[in-house]
């Protein structure tokens, strides 16, 4: 087109021409009709992205997206990684935020927890009334929970509740599962009271706004809880309850997740139940795959296989499970680590190998040592407490055993004076 069909009746040639020169700013009528008369959009002149490049920056979007729920975290980072490449991309901001938000899910699939919670931590700066701020910070929460900083986690949600209140976005789902991650995290750090009632009030919610999705998380992480107390069989219940309501769900993710809790409770049963455990997991690790489930997802999941495969007897297949966890594991998981090193243990143990068994359990409470307190760590203590014993090292039993009840919040009385001489 020439200047002169463009500028129309609007203006003369010449002042487009300083337009273009950039000595004139049109008024935002006047570059409309512009616009309008060229074929092209405001974005195309202001952004200096055409139609056609955001539209293939959309796909790539969308093709890394899709890598990411189903399974493929490290094809997602790639592609993700080459649109955040391109420069256009800084200039479309909702494709610059969702491209980011895509990464943040990517670095936390492949095990870059670190990674993940540098990005979402900028994600969530800036609160947003909808799902997608929530779902940002239900990931930070999980991230700093799976990474065994606990404390972080139950920070994330105290920080956004009352943001939360104030945007009026309380009765969204994302918003339910967001306090429901965070009683997950209460109980992690050693707090089920606390992390029981924060259950009860993500239900009441849920109730309230009849989010189906939001009971069955809620429902969920009270069986976690009634786990953690010794009832296995009413966190059976609970779990079931929630399962019968994820089945109903798209959520092939969680849906997944629970399926693993369900495995873990039945051996958590006294005595455990490793058949039913494995009736679960036989087919669970393509759905994880399937449903983009993190390293430490998948990790887990190899870990209670080899655990139900230990207690069954099949010392072969349980080594071949760990093998697999060793592949897939996180690289910052202590408490993992230290569940892997120490079932190692317990199978050189089994094969009358004492000396590999001492050396594993000792490297069990190197690892220990740096996984913080809590209650899943205070077990593994007592167990390693247990095990060292078995294998004559009493001394590591003994600091196993003041380490199991430092981690459950026990400590020894300083200057302690006894009745008698009062």
């Known amino acids: 087109m020439t200047q002169a069909q463009v500028a129309a009746e609007d203006i003369t040639p010449a002042y487009l021409s300083r337009i273009e020169d950039g000595q004139r700013r049109p008024e935002a009528g006047l570059l409309e009709r512009m616009v309008t008369r060229m074929g092209v959009t405001l974005e195309d002149v202001l952004l200096e992205v055409t139609r056609d ?106 920080r956004a509740a009352s943001i939360i209140r104030d945007l009026e976005i309380d009765g969204l789902t994302e918003a339910i599962q967001l306090t429901v991650t965070v009683a997950g995290a209460h109980l992690l750090r050693g707090d089920p009271t606390v992390a029981m009632r924060t259950c009860r009030r993500a239900i009441e919610v849920a109730e309230q706004y009849n989010s189906i999705m939001g ?94 495969q230990f207690i069954l007897g099949d010392i072969d297949a349980s080594r071949i499970s760990l093998a697999k966890l060793e592949q897939s594991k996180p690289e910052k998981a202590p408490l993992l680590e230290a569940q892997w090193t120490v079932l190692h243990g ?47 090292d009493t001394d590591g039993a003994v600091q196993a055993f003041r380490s199991a009840g430092a981690s459950t919040g026990l400590r020894p009385l300083a200057n302690t004076t006894t009745a008698s001489s009062i």
């Open 53 to 158: 490049e955001q539209m293939e920056l959309q796909l790539a979007v969308d093709h890394a997206e899709l890598a990411l729920v189903s399974g493929n975290p490290q094809g997602a980072l790639a592609a993700i990684d080459d649109v955040l490449a391109n420069p256009a991309t800084e200039k479309v901001p909702h494709l610059l935020k969702a491209a980011r938000q895509i990464r943040a899910g990517a670095l936390e699939g492949v095990g870059d927890l670190d990674g993940a919670i540098i990005l979402l931590e900028d994600l969530t700066a800036s609160p947003t009334p909808d799902a997608t701020w929530l779902k940002s910070l239900i990931a930070l929460c999980r991230c700093y929970r799976d990474a065994g900083d606990f404390t972080r986690a139950v920070a994330v949600g105290d």
């Open 215 to 308: 009971k069955a998380s809620a429902y969920w992480n009270a069986s976690a809880i009634e786990a953690s107390r010794g009832q296995t069989e009413a966190a059976l219940g609970l779990a079931r309850k929630a399962l019968a309501m994820f089945e109903l769900s798209d959520d092939g993710r969680n849906l997944a997740k629970l399926r693993t809790e369900l495995a873990n409770l039945h051996l958590m049963q006294d005595p455990p139940d490793p058949i039913a455990a494995l009736e679960i997991l036989n087919n669970l690790e393509q759905e994880l795959a399937w449903s983009g489930g993190s390293a430490w997802d998948i990790a887990f999941m190899h870990l209670l296989t080899a655990r139900a």
């Open 346 to 392: 317990r199978i050189a143990f089994e094969a009358g190998d004492q000396d590999e068994a001492r050396r594993r359990f000792r490297e069990g409470v190197h690892l220990l040592t740096g996984a913080g307190t809590d209650r899943g760590a205070a077990q593994l203590w007592f167990e390693l407490a247990e095990l060292l014993t078995q294998v004559g």
